[in-house]
């Protein structure tokens, strides 16, 4: 797999408008799509070029909308035979919210969309965000292959558990690509206070105890690409638990585990370290928190090997 250097500083304002960009497109799925447990309806998905809404019911039958992160384009078709595109580059978020709801329309969907970014401090309208952004189309598609490395790993993880678990997905809201593990049991209610998001939205998505795990490419109080792991509700003792690998560590602040995405690129077995850092703090949330582990995990799923029952 390719593991390639990805520098937040070095692409942080094509980064701010990939997010953005991601944010137009996903608000499109999210207002076409019912609404499914702890927003799931509204992600977006790693494809082999970028990453995708999957089919929207939209129109007389649907519409698929693609970042191609290769070709750095917009594309979008309808069940219906039409297609769409138009080519990311420098411009401004105004610009691409116009030229994306124009795509909507020419492939006979609704272009019709919430039209304030989420959970994003002091956030402007799309319409009223006319400032040109940078494109640095290479540092984008590094980003895509080292999230097409991720996506792997976090999507093996995942076979290990037979319980609720969500799918592999990107949150164009707080712009991480994540996978979230349940115990089966209800949560105390969240007290909400994500900005830009209403509480109603955050409480649901956390109406039940959780062990989350995921990948940032950096922004906020983290300016470096980095793994997080964060138990809701944290149980007593979770900031204190031996997690893997050595360079992982208890941020106080965000309440979660850390690990810098380059400890992993340069590490011997980067699969191996990430993999580690995953089963480990899942580990310490489950044990910490009282799951019932015997019955909600299973061994990893292996190709054309029919797990056991």
Known sequence: ????????????????????????????????????????????????????????????????????????????????????????????????????????????????????????????????????????????????QASVAIDRVLKHFRTGFLGKASPVHLFWGSFDLAVTRFSGRRAPLHPGGFPSLPDNVTREAYSHEVSSAGFWPGGGPVDFPAFYSYAYPAPPG??????????????????????????VRQSADPEATLMAFLDSTYQAAADLGGWDRAALECRRGETRRPRSL
């Open 1 to 144: 797999m390719i593991w390639p250097d990805i520098p937040y500083p070095a692409w942080r304002e094509s980064c701010s408008a990939l997010h953005l960009y991601c944010q137009v497109v996903g608000k499109y799925r999210l207002a076409r799509t019912p609404w499914i447990n702890h927003s799931w309806h509204a992600t977006l998905y790693v494809n082999a070029r970028g990453f995708t809404t999957s089919l929207v019911p939209d129109g007389e039958g649907g519409v698929e909308i693609l970042l191609d992160l290769i070709d750095h384009a917009v594309i979008g078709a309808s069940t219906d035979g039409r297609m769409a595109r138009f080519n990311l580059g420098p411009m401004s978020v105004a610009d691409f919210h116009g030229r994306f709801l124009d795509l909507v329309g020419q492939l006979g969907g609704t272009p019709e969309i919430h039209g304030c970014p989420n959970e994003v401090p002091d956030p402007v309208p799309f319409t009223e965000d006319r400032a040109e952004r940078p494109y640095d189309a290479d540092a984008v598609n590094r980003f895509f």
């Open 238 to 263: 979770f900031a204190d638990a031996a997690v893997a690998p050595d360079a992982a560590y208890y941020d106080a602040g965000l309440g979660e585990f850390l690990l810098p995405y380059d400890a």
